[in-house]
């Protein structure tokens, strides 16, 4: 017989944010993470859309993630002069 296990959103959490600790490529961010049912939603302005592209790769790796809404805005410095 196999069991199911479903993880709370507390602990889906958890698991992205721990994830996000071992991408090199998010060091020194600090992205929103918020989740309901499996929906991770990123929140937060990053520097670069490496790092934009990145959080999002590292949220779908975790298991038990069934989708991610990307609400990350991307202000880099030069942008920043333009205005």
């Known amino acids: 017989m196999t ?18 600790k071992w991408d090199t490529r998010l060091s020194g961010t600090d992205i929103g993470v918020q989740v309901r049912e499996g929906i991770v939603t990123l929140v937060g302005t990053v520097n ?9 790769e590292a949220a779908h790796r975790v298991r038990g993630v069934l989708d991610v809404v990307d609400e990350l805005h991307v202000k880099t410095p030069n942008m920043a002069r333009a205005h």
Do not use: G, H, M
């Not at 479903?6 to 944010?17: G, P």
């Not at 670069?48 to 999002?56: D, G, L, Y």
């Open 48 to 56: 670069v859309f490496a790092k934009k592209f990145a959080a999002r």
């Open 3 to 20: 069991t199911l296990t479903i993880k709370s959103d507390v602990q889906t959490k958890a698991d992205v944010l721990n994830e996000f």
